[in-house]
């Protein structure tokens, strides 16, 4: 039994506390459990916990408080040019649901759920009879919002984060650090000016875009790769990849700011 799914506040901590083991089958009792209040048994079912209730258990504070809830950010923004609303959950379990009216993005947003484990719920309706610049734009300034959001104060948080992603003859290599400084360090040669109907040109415009409203300092890197469809989507991997351990919780931090400076903000 793993004890990092027991409150080390109450049971691990107790002076009184008897484990009794016992034999392991299938939904047969590991450990009988008793306390001076009350006994309680734990079945190996306690083993498939969902894995935001295991997370709450590995990351509390010193008072038991949990640090992963409410890790929510919400945008609506509106223009002449386009409507877009954005909802992220960076504690969420990938839950993809985007629709922009920009195919080949939309697939792209998939690829930030799935593999960065973000619920990301994104509607977008904009020009595209003229081009696909604004509403790729705007998605991608509310998506940094939204992320800027959800951060908060940034308390407990890796803040770094780095993944190489391969997608067959494909390699890209993403770092970036939740600094609150905005930068981003492109570097892909794309090779056809578009995949489907999507210009490729907005590729760089849309991190750019994400990473001056979100803070974000992002180096994008190609170390292969000859399929524009391959190098693309395998930066959207990578990103997520290396967004995901950024935005996770560090328990040896107990709670703290991960900075020197006791401060992490969007200057």
Request: no cysteine.
């Amino acid at each position: 039994m793993d004890a990092r799914l027991l409150s080390s506040s109450s049971i691990l901590s107790s002076p009184q506390l008897l484990l009794k083991p016992k034999l392991i089958g299938p939904n047969k009792p590991l450990f009988s459990i008793t306390t001076p209040f009350r006994s309680l048994t734990l079945s190996s079912n306690h083993r498939h916990m969902s894995s935001q209730t295991a997370r709450a258990s590995l990351n509390s504070d010193d008072n038991g408080s949990t640090l992963t809830s409410g890790r929510i950010g919400e945008v609506k923004r509106v223009t002449k040019e386009t409507n877009v609303f954005v909802k992220i959950n960076l504690d969420g379990s990938g839950v993809a649901d985007s629709t922009t009216g920009i195919p080949f993005l939309d697939h792209m947003l998939d690829q930030l759920a799935s593999h960065g484990l973000f619920d990301v719920h994104v509607r977008a309706t904009g020009d595209i009879h003229i081009d696909d610049h604004h509403t790729n734009e705007d998605v991608a300034l509310s998506i940094g919002t939204a992320l800027l959001q959800a951060l908060g104060d940034r308390k407990g948080i890796n803040r770094f984060g780095d993944f190489s992603a391969p997608l067959d003859e494909a390699l890209i290599h993403v770092s970036l650090d939740l600094s609150g400084r905005p930068h981003l360090g492109y570097d892909l040669q794309i090779p056809t000016q578009r995949v489907g109907t999507y210009d490729t040109q907005l590729v760089e415009h849309f991190f750019q875009s994400l990473v001056n409203t979100s803070g974000m300092t992002l180096h994008i890197r190609q170390l292969a790769g000859k399929n524009s469809h391959h190098i693309i989507e395998a930066t959207f991997k990578a990103f997520a990849r290396a967004l995901r351990q950024a935005t996770e919780y560090d328990p040896r931090r107990r709670g703290t700011i991960p900075s020197s400076k006791g401060v992490l903000s969007r200057s």
